[in-house]
């Protein structure tokens, strides 16, 4: 989740990122591109599967609802469009945003 991929930051990096709240993810920059995904009926209420899918771990769930301006989760639809970002990608916007 959030605090997983700033605590990896922490730890390779030596990077401290106090809040992540503070962050302004409507400035995320899309540089190598995404993954479309169309939300299926299994992972209603499962963002976890989709992180998963995507990255071999459910520690990014979080991202990818924040990216996707979907602050509830009970609020998906089925076949609902979310763009899933490259790793390097999160990364590199958690470096450029440390406080």
Do not use: C
């Not at 995904?37 to 990255?55: C, D, G, M, Q, R």
């Amino acid at each position: 989740m959030r605090e997983k991929l700033y605590s990896d930051l922490l730890t390779d990096e030596h990077i401290i990122i106090k809040d992540s709240t503070t962050v302004d993810w409507r400035t995320f920059r899309w540089d190598n591109g995404y993954f479309v995904h169309h939300i299926t009926v299994n992972e209603i209420f499962k963002p976890y599967l989709i992180s998963y899918a995507y990255y071999g771990t459910i520690e990014y769930e979080d991202l990818i609802l924040l990216l996707n301006n979907i602050q509830d989760p009970f609020e998906v639809v089925p076949e609902q469009t979310i763009y899933i970002p490259k790793l390097e990608d999160l990364k590199s916007f958690i470096l450029a945003n440390r406080k």
